[in-house]
Structures are given as structure tokens and as C-alpha cells.
């Protein structure tokens, strides 16, 4: 295949994040930090993978960021909004997931930052009170004000290309209306106040018509949506979601396609997390735990493929529970309890505890996320990318494609589409060509060189 002629990224690439609170002042103090030299990009696959070219005795494996033309750690400005006027030091420190010393080398950096104020309803997102927020007598002038604020942000910035990731709360779980049907029904929903239209959707939409790429990183609704869809075709964005993948449903997503490679049966599979951030505050009212729970349970028929082995998956039990307790902060705890069955029927089960971190897992796929989607836009990718499925719990696909949840199989969907877009071989691991001629060439062939491919100097040289 052809490669696709990427444009470079050149010049400031500004990220615009709504919600402003734990894991986006994490991400940005971590960038900050790593531009100085003091943190390491852990995490990050754009800053830290290599991805394999051509076949295995050709031991070609460059870094992603230097096989890709992603845009460096040194050209990301940054903004956005929260109810909250704490500036992006403030955040960190009442966020307390990175200390006091880690953070004072950028203490100046952060402080520079304070966000705009938000699109904000309260009927979505029940347990929060706003100290700022935006005013007007319908949601498409709220559309407009943010559409302006994108505007303006770019211009005092001195970005030459924007990306937007949704960071804020999860809102109330709701269901596709007819409003959603189409970008004509969604516009004059936002001129009638609709209910069926929460503030994510508003910043969605703001971002698309600004023919800025969006992601969304928590369980709503958001952009996946037919309307929203349809926008972003038309205006050649690419969009992706829905929720972060970041503790105990990236371990689902892992343990459950081994199950199933294995055939062994499951009878129950019991979940619970205690979390004390910003986010287990929003996540005690019903309303938005609802939408957490069809994220967090949806992965496990997905990777399961219940219809196609009833015997094995077809009546198993699944119970997710979420509890605030305020003094973990943002050390979340992840407990499950997993019964499976194996040769004979005979039971087995297997426990984890994960004592993760919630912002220390989702700051680098934000950051992967702003790059990726910079670089499809580059690339002319428009639309749902379901490519970065590997980032989500609920990734998002067109309606008539089921969404693939195995992470392995997600992330080979991912690294098969960086090589399609640089003219390289896909990747399927048979490995039949190695030994049988009919496959292919049954004897190696000369190496050739390890791909480099030239990097622009950064700003500070």
C-alpha cells in the first residue's frame, strides 16, 4: 500500500480539555516536567513503543514517534474549562496525586494556566455545585460562546492545529433520542433547550463545528451520537470514545480474552472499586454511576463472544459496585473476584486487588489520544476512528459493527493502521511464510537498515 502523505506537524499544537480538575493537571504538570528532563513519559505509548515493520528476521522496530509525524512533547500549549476557577497548580495540589516537590520545578508553568468557565447543568452531574459557568438562554448560544472561546484560545496561543479531550465528569445516564437523529434535529434541540442535550454534547458539538478532533473520556453520550457523526463526516474531523481505559476494566479486558483462548468457563465475575477523587464524588449520585456501570459491564460479553459459546459464557453472573470514601483521593482500589470452571466441571477463581492510580493511568492515554487524533487529522481521517479503541471501555463504532474490546486485539488494530498510514506491511502473526513456500519466501532475507526517519529540531534548540 501507498502511504498516505502526512503532513508534518509543525508548529503549537493546543489541547483544549474540559474538565480541569485531577487528570488534566496531572497531565499537564507530567508533560511539563518531561520537557524539563524530570518525568518519565510512563505509559505512553506514542513516547515509549516501538512498533515492529516487515517481518521478524528484518528486526526493524522503530519508536512510534519515529515512524509517525506525531507533534513533540515541546509544541503542546494548553487550555480549557472547569467549574472550578483553580488555576492548574491549585488543581494539582488539591488533587494530591503528585506531591508538592514533584510539582514546584513547574509551579510557574501551572499556575499560568486557569480555565475558561464551563458549560455547566447541574440536573447532569448532581453532586458538584459550579463557582463558574457559562450564561445564556439556550445551549446553541452556549455552543457559540464555546465556539468562540476555541476560536480565541487558538489566536493567544499561537496554535496552528487544536485537539479537544473531554476530561469532565460523567453526566447521568441517558438514551439516544430523536434529537440525536441528525445534525438538523441537533441544532434546533440546542435553540429549544432540550434536555436530551447535556454539556458534553454542547462542547462535542462546539469542537466539530470548529473542525477540531474530539475525543471523550468519559462514559456519555457525547459525540456518539448520529448527529454528531454525520457533523463530523461532513466537516472531515475525526472523532473517538467513549471512557477512559484506565484500572479495573483495562484488567477485564486483559483476563477475559484469556479465559476465553483457554475455553475455561465463567460462573460470576464480582467487581468493586472505592476511589475518594472528584470523580467518586460524582460517581455517589445514581444517576451518573448508571452510566459508569454500562461502560464498565459491557466488555466482559464483548471479549466473552457469549452467543457464540452459551455452554461457557452464556449465564454467567456480573455485579460492578463503585464507593466514594473521600480518604483514598485518587489511589483507587480495585477489587474483583472472579469463579471459573475448567476440565470436569471442577470450580477455580481467581482474585485481584489493584491499587492503582486513577490520573497516573489516564494522563498518558490523554496524551496519546492528542496525538493520534492530531495525526489522523493530518492524515484526512475523518469521522469515528475506531482505530483507538484501545483506549476506551466503551469504544465507539459505527452502528452496525460490533466495538472490539480485547486489548490485544485493539492494540493490533491500532499499530496495523499506523502501517497502513506510512505504506508498510499489516501485521497477522501467522508465520507460515517463514516455513512453507507457497506462504511466502521460506529463507530470510538480507536486513536492511533500521528505519529512522528524521526528526525536526525542537523549539529550545
Not at 462542547?203 to 473520556?217: E, F, K, Q
Not at 451518573?288 to 457464540?308: G, I, N, P, Q, Y
Request: aromatic share 8%; net charge neutral.
Amino acid at each position: 500500500m501507498s502511504p498516505r502523505k502526512v503532513p508534518a506537524a509543525k508548529g503549537r499544537l493546543g489541547v483544549l480539555l474540559p474538565g480541569m480538575g485531577a487528570v488534566t493537571s496531572t497531565l499537564i504538570a507530567g508533560v511539563e516536567l518531561a520537557k524539563k528532563g524530570l518525568a518519565k513519559p510512563i505509559g505512553s505509548l506514542t513516547q515509549l513503543q516501538t512498533i515492529r515493520l516487515g517481518k521478524r528476521y528484518e528486526d526493524r522496530a522503530p519508536l512510534i514517534k519515529e515512524f509517525v509525524p506525531l507533534a513533540g512533547l515541546e509544541d503542546l500549549v494548553f487550555g480549557g474549562w472547569d467549574i472550578f476557577e483553580d488555576s492548574m497548580w491549585e488543581a494539582a495540589m488539591k488533587a494530591g496525586v503528585l506531591s508538592e516537590a514533584q510539582l514546584a520545578p513547574v509551579r510557574k508553568e501551572l499556575e499560568a494556566i486557569v480555565p475558561m468557565p464551563a458549560v455547566f447543568d447541574q440536573d447532569y452531574v448532581r453532586n458538584l455545585k459550579a463557582r463558574q459557568q457559562k450564561k445564556a438562554a439556550t445551549k446553541f448560544e452556549l455552543a457559540e460562546q464555546v465556539i468562540k472561546d476555541i476560536a480565541l484560545f487558538k489566536k493567544t496561543s499561537g496554535a496552528e492545529r487544536l485537539v479537544m479531550v473531554w476530561c469532565g465528569s460523567t453526566e447521568v445516564s441517558m438514551e439516544p433520542s430523536a434529537v440525536h437523529e441528525s445534525v438538523e434535529a441537533f441544532e434546533k434541540g440546542l435553540k429549544s433547550n432540550s434536555p436530551e442535550i447535556p454539556p458534553s454534547m454542547i462542547y462535542a458539538y462546539a469542537a466539530i463545528r470548529s473542525g477540531v478532533p474530539y475525543a471523550n473520556g468519559a462514559p456519555n453520550l457525547s459525540a456518539d451520537i448520529p448527529a454528531l457523526v454525520e457533523l463530523a463526516e461532513r466537516n472531515g474531523v475525526p472523532i473517538g470514545g467513549k471512557d477512559f481505559k484506565t484500572g479495573q476494566t483495562m484488567m477485564k479486558t486483559v483476563l477475559a480474552p484469556a479465559l476465553k483462548a483457554r475455553m475455561l468457563a465463567l460462573n460470576g465475575w464480582y467487581s468493586t472499586n472505592i476511589l475518594g477523587n472528584r470523580d467518586g464524588e460524582v460517581l455517589d449520585d445514581p444517576g451518573s454511576f448508571k452510566t459508569k456501570e454500562k461502560s464498565k459491564m459491557s466488555v466482559l460479553d464483548a471479549c466473552l463472544d457469549a452467543k457464540r459459546y452459551p455452554e461457557l459464557y452464556g449465564d454467567y453472573f456480573h455485579k460492578v459496585r463503585i464507593d466514594y470514601y473521600p480518604p483514598r483521593g485518587d489511589a483507587k482500589e480495585g477489587w474483583d473476584n472472579i469463579d471459573i470452571s475448567g476440565w470436569c466441571s471442577m470450580p477455580m477463581q481467581i482474585k485481584i486487588n489493584f491499587l492503582c492510580r486513577d490520573s497516573i493511568l489516564a494522563a498518558p492515554i490523554v496524551l496519546d489520544l492528542v496525538l493520534f487524533l492530531d495525526l489522523a487529522k493530518r492524515a484526512g481521517f475523518k469521522g469515528i476512528q475506531e482505530w483507538l479503541s484501545f483506549y476506551f471501555k466503551s469504544p465507539q463504532a459505527r452502528p452496525d459493527l460490533a466495538p472490539e474490546h480485547d486489548l490485544f486485539v485493539q492494540h493490533m488494530k491500532m499499530t496495523n493502521t499506523l502501517r497502513l498510514m506510512m505504506g508498510e506491511e499489516v501485521i497477522d502473526h501467522s508465520g507460515l511464510d517463514y516455513y512453507e513456500p507457497e506462504y511466502g519466501s521460506p529463507a530470510p532475507a538480507p536486513a536492511p537498515k533500521p528505519y529512522v526517519r528524521e526528526r525536526k529540531k525542537s523549539r529550545a534548540a
